[in-house]
C-alpha cells in the first residue's frame, strides 16, 4: 500500500503571500524556525533547508529540485532527501504545496510521497513525524501570515 500525507489548512490571506512565506528566508525563520537555506526560484532549481546550525554542524536538512512553481498557485518539489545527523538519509519523496484561492482566504494543501513500506522501523518512524508534523507546521503557518495582516 502507498503511503501519502496530505495536509490542507485555511488561511485568511492571498495565495501569493503564502507561497512567499515557503520562499523567504525571512518568512522560513519567522514561521518554521529555519537557519538557512539555499532556493533558486525557478523549475529545476534547488530547494535547501537547515535547521539547529551549532558549532557541532546541522541537525537536520531538507533538500530538494524545484519541479513546478508559479508564485500564485503552487510549489512542487522532487527528489527530497531529508537527512536527519542521528539517522540515515531517507527519500526521495515529492513535496506539492497547492494554494487554491477564495474569496477572503486561501486553502493550502500540502502532499508529500514517497515513503517506502510499512514494516521497516526508520520508514515508519519518518511517516508518522511527517503525518504529525504537516499539521502543526502548517498552524505555524496560519498563525504567522494572519499575525502579518
Known amino acids: 500500500m502507498k503511503r501519502v500525507v496530505v495536509s490542507e489548512i485555511r488561511i485568511n490571506c492571498d495565495?501569493?503571500?503564502?507561497?512567499?512565506a515557503l520562499m523567504d528566508i525571512n518568512h522560513l525563520k519567522a514561521w518554521w524556525g529555519v537557519d538557512s537555506c539555499f532556493i533558486e526560484r525557478k523549475d529545476g532549481g534547488l530547494y535547501t533547508l537547515t535547521w539547529l546550525r551549532s558549532s557541532e554542524g546541522i541537525k537536520f536538512i531538507s533538500t530538494g529540485r524545484i519541479n513546478l512553481y508559479n508564485y500564485r498557485s503552487h510549489l512542487y518539489l522532487e527528489d527530497v532527501l531529508y537527512i536527519n545527523s542521528e539517522k540515515p538519509i531517507l527519500g526521495p519523496f515529492t513535496i506539492k504545496y497547492d494554494v487554491a484561492a477564495h474569496d477572503n482566504y486561501s486553502i493550502l494543501k500540502v502532499?508529500?510521497?514517497g515513503f517506502k513500506?510499512?514494516?521497516?522501523?526508520?520508514?515508519?518512524?519518518?511517516?508518522?513525524?511527517?503525518?504529525?508534523?504537516?499539521?502543526?507546521?502548517?498552524i505555524m503557518l496560519k498563525k504567522y501570515l494572519e499575525k502579518l495582516d
Open 111 to 113: 502532499t508529500q510521497n
Open 15 to 20: 495565495p501569493k503571500e503564502i507561497l512567499e
Open 117 to 138: 513500506k510499512e514494516g521497516d522501523t526508520i520508514w515508519d518512524w519518518y511517516y508518522k513525524a511527517v503525518a504529525d508534523g504537516w499539521p502543526q507546521a502548517l
